[in-house]
């Protein structure tokens, strides 16, 4: 048992011996529905591989540019007009908040309305705005294993989330 792991959240586990099981996580997320509005967060040490799970997933969805990593603009938009699975716009915000330090940049950078949007919401370090993140859909910690796969745990804390989780086989 993990303390402050909600009692009625659903967990899972997972393992990613390497890049190409990330990658196949994200090929089978963003054919989920449920994907299309909702909020991720990714919690791991820098080098866990958030970003990269970020590029996969934003690959697999159809997104053909460059994934930068946020660090240092705290947010990259995308916006897609159509997915593998469905022929509907597609919002994505890719936050990074490792260099967040500013509260009165949430409001001004539109970050309120942004979580207050329909689309994807995926955020790195979300602790570092701890305060102003609403509550997430699905929790990934992702941890380096000493033979250099991922150990990832999964929780979803809404029905959103219980939606994702339940379509990923552990
Ligand atoms: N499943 C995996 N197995 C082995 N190596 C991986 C795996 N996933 C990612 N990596 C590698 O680990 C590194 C992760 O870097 P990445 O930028 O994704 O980390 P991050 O968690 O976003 O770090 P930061 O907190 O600095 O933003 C990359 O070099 C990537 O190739
Ligand atoms: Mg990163």
């Not at 593998?84 to 949430?106: A, G, K, V």
């Amino acid at each position: 048992m993990q303390a402050g792991v909600d009692h009625h959240a659903i967990v899972k586990s997972l393992v990613w011996k390497d890049e190409t099981a990330t990658q196949l996580f994200a090929a089978a997320l963003s054919a989920q529905a449920a994907l299309r509005n909702c909020y991720i967060e990714l919690h791991g040490e820098l080098g866990a591989g958030k970003t990269t799970l970020v590029r996969h997933l934003l690959q697999a969805l159809g997104v053909t540019g460059r994934v930068k990593s946020p660090t240092y603009s705290l947010l990259e938009p995308y916006q897609l007009t159509h997915t593998p699975s469905s022929p509907t716009p597609l919002q994505i915000w890719h936050f990074d908040f490792y260099r967040f330090n500013d509260p009165r940049e949430w409001e001004d950078a539109g970050f309120r309305d942004i979580f207050a949007s329909v689309g994807l919401k995926l955020a790195e370090w979300p602790d570092k705005a701890a305060a102003f993140v609403p509550r997430a859909d699905l929790v990934l910690r992702i941890e380096v294993q000493p033979d250099n796969a991922r150990q990832v745990q999964l929780v979803a804390q809404t029905p959103i989330g219980a939606e994702l989780l339940a379509a990923i086989s552990a």
